[in-house]
């Protein structure tokens, strides 16, 4: 794998946290949302993932070693604008923690930082818990600080989500954090679509994803005020499709809809195959991952 850096290639201010956007009409996203902050908003309808999985892909990215470069160049963005805010924050939560070493390093900005992680071994070695974001219990008004890494993309309910994570941040307080984005992977989206016409029948091999748009109103709808969302665009170069499989695997970031397909065909595999490679020059693919950077504060007191 070859990466290919395009740290300028940005929407947005890539430091933007000190130039606030407003969000404008935000009627359309609201009656998505209970009043009971856990209520789920996605009521009568199915779950995507699964979550159980998700837990066993990052163990086995735990345990044979997790590929950190998308993960390592997103928290080190997070970490960049904590830097611009000046601010040094009494209680910190962590959600995300693929690198052990992150909960140290956030803690140039917190005194205080607590670990959540949707796989168990990930959270152990971070010296945190286990989070499965849209069930867990929040203690009210816990955290001035919640910096959210590489999860939210795979939650059946981001709008509860969200509203989960309000509800444990105090007045005045800062979440930030990046995820995937909808215009993550082209060439895998275009490999599969590849794949389910060489055997006449599709079926969802990679994941939905928020669009940058809907994110900010998403905050917004939560109880967040002021909320900036800027997308970052990196690009990896592989060689054949089965190396960026190998690396998403390592990243813990493989299929897991839970009506995923079980299994694929010698037929379909050697469409997708070919369709990776058609795409290549000088004998490698460029694949491209989009980051959705956001942050937002909760409003003071009074």
């Not at 407003?22 to 995507?48: E, F, K, N």
């Not at 079980?262 to 693919?285: H, L, M, P, S």
Request: hydrophobic letters at 50%; glycine letters at 6%; one cysteine or more.
């Amino acid at each position: 794998m070859t990466i290919v850096r395009q740290s300028a290639k940005r929407d947005g201010n890539a430091k933007s946290i000190v130039q606030r956007a407003q969000v404008r009409s935000i009627s359309m996203i609201t009656p998505l949302l209970s009043p009971a902050p856990r209520h789920r908003t996605s009521a009568g309808v199915a779950d995507l993932f699964d979550m159980g999985l998700r837990a066993l892909r990052r163990d086995r990215a735990a345990r044979t070693g997790p590929e950190l470069f998308l993960y390592e160049r997103a928290f080190a963005d997070c970490l960049e604008r904590l830097a611009l805010v000046h601010r040094r924050f009494a209680s910190a939560l962590l959600i995300g923690s693929p690198n052990a070493d992150w909960p140290a390093r956030l803690g140039s900005f917190a005194d205080k930082v607590e670990v959540r992680d949707p796989g168990p071994l990930f959270a152990l070695r971070a010296a945190g818990d286990v989070m499965v974001e849209d069930s867990w219990e929040p203690r009210p008004s816990a955290y001035d600080l919640v910096v959210a890494v590489g999860t939210l993309d795979s939650v059946n309910d981001l709008p509860l989500v969200l509203r989960l994570i309000r509800v444990s941040m105090a007045a005045g307080g800062l979440f930030l954090g990046a995820f995937s984005g909808g215009d993550t992977l082209p060439q895998l989206r275009s490999a599969v679509r590849a794949a389910d016409s060489a055997t006449g029948a599709a079926a969802p091999h990679v994941h939905p994803r928020i669009e940058a748009s809907a994110l900010a109103p998403l905050l917004a709808a939560a109880g967040f005020i002021e909320p900036v969302v800027d997308v970052d665009r990196a690009s990896a170069s592989y060689r054949s499709l089965e190396r960026l499989v190998a690396d998403l695997r390592a990243m813990g970031a493989t299929n897991l809809l839970i009506a995923r397909p079980r299994f694929v065909g010698k037929k379909a595999r050697a469409a997708a195959i070919a369709a990776f490679a058609a795409a290549a020059k000088e004998g490698r693919t460029v694949e491209k991952f989009e980051i959705l950077h956001f942050a937002a504060w909760t409003p003071n007191k009074g």
